[in-house]
């Protein structure tokens, strides 16, 4: 194996089986490039990303830059030499002077079917979407979103339970799998990059607020796909009585009764049944009242008593239709 000099590029969860593998391979990881610490929980404590945490039980060195494009941030990175710069969810837009430096390039490992969901979310939308596979692809990076010439990929199917959680999981042990089998080969060069078709590109922004709210007028396949895509990150919300509710999760059933959308028309002792856009209905099965801890829908409505009857309806402030 050639004595290649890596700097490894990645924040979250994602990227720490990636890291993992490079080092399991025998790669030489010069140094680590993450996010800066953040604050989090009610003290607003400083945490590491999870890359950090994972290089620095290997005695990695590591850079935090704020903005990585900046002249002085990104020469600390060139410091170390690197041969190849590997990426996973790093999170920040790296600049020419980067990408053009090391002798085989900057490679990206990313959560997708390129040119299918370029950009921060592809597993949520993946599964939002209702896709039934989606894919790693491993790329050279560019100055564009995700539209660099591919190097690899690999299919990974999408199972009717699986949440953003579940396979957010999948994909970073696929991923991590495909660049142990795809590095050998670049080194050699006995790899033949494919570009992208630009005309069947797709994107998947980073998911904002104002799309976690459950829209009940869409179907109840719609919505499940949507629960689950949000869980457990960020995860999808409805309103009651002017307060929010989380929904953790739900699932498919079919409508006892035509009802408008977001109206309770049962509430059993596992669930509350809401109506839909469709047939199918949504049975809320675990769920988080604003202010209360996240719970079994059945404990829920035990507590809950008379203040929830059929006809009531979530997603507005009124109480009943």
């Known amino acids: 194996m050639p004595m290649t000099n890596i700097v490894f590029m990645g924040t979250p969860d994602f990227a720490v089986p990636i ?6 391979d025998g790669y030489r990881v010069a140094a680590v490039v993450t996010q800066p ?8 404590e400083l945490v590491p990303p999870p890359v950090k945490v994972e290089a620095e039980k290997h005695g990695i060195p590591v850079l935090q830059p704020t903005k990585v494009r900046d002249p002085e941030q990104y020469e600390q990175v060139l410091a170390f030499a690197p041969d190849l710069i590997v990426t996973a969810a790093f999170g920040q837009i ?14 990206n490992v990313h959560a997708s079917l390129l040119p299918e969901l370029r950009g921060g979310a592809p ?3 993946a599964i939002w979407q209702g896709k039934t596979k989606t894919g790693v692809t491993i790329m050279y990076m560019v100055e564009r979103l995700d539209a660099g010439d591919m190097l690899a990929q690999v299919e990974v199917p999408i199972a009717e339970t699986d949440t953003v959680g579940t396979l957010h999981d999948k994909l970073s042990a696929a ?25 069947k590109a797709t994107y998947a922004p980073n998911i904002r607020r104002e799309q976690e709210r459950i829209d009940w007028t869409q179907p109840g396949e719609a919505i499940y796909n949507h629960i689950r895509a949000f869980c457990p990150w960020p995860v999808t919300y409805t309103t009651y009585g002017g307060n929010v509710w989380k929904i953790w999760w739900g699932e498919k ?17 596992d669930g509350i049944v809401v109506a839909t856009g469709n047939e199918t209905a949504i049975k809320i099965t675990e769920l988080q009242p604003a202010g ?13 008593g008379s203040r ?14």
């Open 123 to 125: 597993i949520h939308y």
């Open 37 to 44: 610490d953040k604050p989090k929980g009610r003290k607003r």
């Open 308 to 321: 929830l009857a059929v006809g009531m309806k979530l997603g507005e402030d009124n109480e009943r239709t």
């Open 253 to 269: 059933v079919p409508a006892p009764s035509l009802a408008p959308p977001g109206t309770m028309v049962a509430l059993e002792d």
């Open 94 to 107: 790296l600049p020419k002077a980067l990408l053009d430096a090391p002798k085989y390039g900057c490679i």
């Open 292 to 304: 209360k801890k996240r719970m079994a829908a059945g404990e829920f409505l035990r507590g809950a």
């Open 175 to 199: 991923g991590a799998k495909l660049l142990s089998e795809t590095l050998p080969l670049l080194l050699e060069g006995a790899v033949t990059p494919v570009p992208q078709d630009e005309e």
């Open 19 to 24: 890291l993992r593998q490079l080092l399991d």
